[in-house]
């Protein structure tokens, strides 16, 4: 039986390189950026950015809705409704880290004009950004804003930015469960956008292989938790060099190197992975 795929998306472009990949393995791959266009009998991937929950947060729960039919209805739905849900919001991300026993920094849902953790740097965050959109830093004792955007589902978060022993924030890119590769990237003055889709040469990598036990169990725990079959975990090392974690994303960029580190495209084993998943392979 030919295995027919099916894309959710917001931006077409980011999942052409994946599409091509799977059709090279002989499958049948729709890209569909609607709900209702997903076909009955396809497996489906979830790829929508966290721009839909920020700028159409009605679509974004209509895309939500329909994972979970298609969860309903038994079919393979990989990064599903509780994946979506997750992505979409800092607050349940912080919980989330929380429920799997990790460190977190002190997170507390925004409000106007009151501080909840006036002692300390904070960061303002919304509930779904990506590149670092929309993030406010606030120093201790500086009032915050008279008015935060409504109208989003999730509210807005005050956290407290922890300063990196390392003067680095790492992201682990997951896949089925597993570390596939970590990137660090110096922390810049006044820039919250770590997108990894540009080479850098300040950006160091390693393999899954060398990242440490602790770390790797513990980001096996959130993405389980997550639902999350592909994307990254964030975090920073604090004082004591332990990981304190900030941020889930199920659609990550890939960084271009990381082919040569791993001896093969990142998509490429992304494409192998959900053929196998369509098979009915345990990985």
């Not at 850098?200 to 513990?218: Q, T, Y």
């Not at 199920?250 to 960084?255: A, E, I, N, T």
């Amino acid at each position: 039986m030919l295995l027919r795929f099916t894309i959710l998306t917001d931006i077409p472009v980011w999942v052409r390189p994946l599409a091509e990949a799977l059709r090279r393995r002989g499958v049948d791959v729709d890209v569909v950026q609607r709900p209702e266009e997903i076909p009955d009998d396809s497996i489906v991937v979830n790829r929508i950015s966290t721009r839909v929950a920020r700028k159409q947060p009605e679509l974004a729960e209509c895309m939500r809705q329909a994972l979970l039919r298609c969860e309903e209805e038994s079919r393979l739905v990989v990064n599903g409704a509780r994946c979506l849900e997750v992505g979409f919001s800092k607050l349940a991300q912080a919980t989330l880290f929380e429920a799997c026993g990790v460190r977190i920094p002190r997170t507390t849902e925004a409000r106007p004009r009151v501080r909840s953790l006036p002692e300390c740097t904070v960061l303002l965050k919304p509930p779904a950004g990506g590149f670092g959109r929309g993030i406010l830093r606030l120093e201790p004792g500086e009032p915050p804003p008279e008015s935060l955007p409504s109208g989003l589902p999730e509210p807005w978060v005050e956290q407290e930015v922890i300063a990196p022993v390392d003067g680095a924030v790492h992201r682990t890119e997951t896949l089925g469960g597993k570390i596939l590769y970590e990137a660090s990237s110096p922390i810049l003055p006044d820039c919250f956008d770590y997108c990894l889709a540009h080479g850098d040469a300040e950006v160091a990598l390693r393999p899954g292989s060398e990242v440490p036990s602790p770390l790797k169990a513990a980001v096996a725990d959130i993405v389980r938790a997550a639902g999350m079959e592909l994307g990254s975990v964030e975090f920073v090392l604090n004082a004591d060099n332990h990981p304190v974690f900030i941020d889930l994303n199920p659609v990550s960029s890939l960084h271009p190197e990381a082919a040569d580190m791993l001896g093969t495209e990142p998509v490429e084993r992304i494409a192998e992975y959900l053929l196998d998943r369509g098979r009915g392979v345990q990985i």
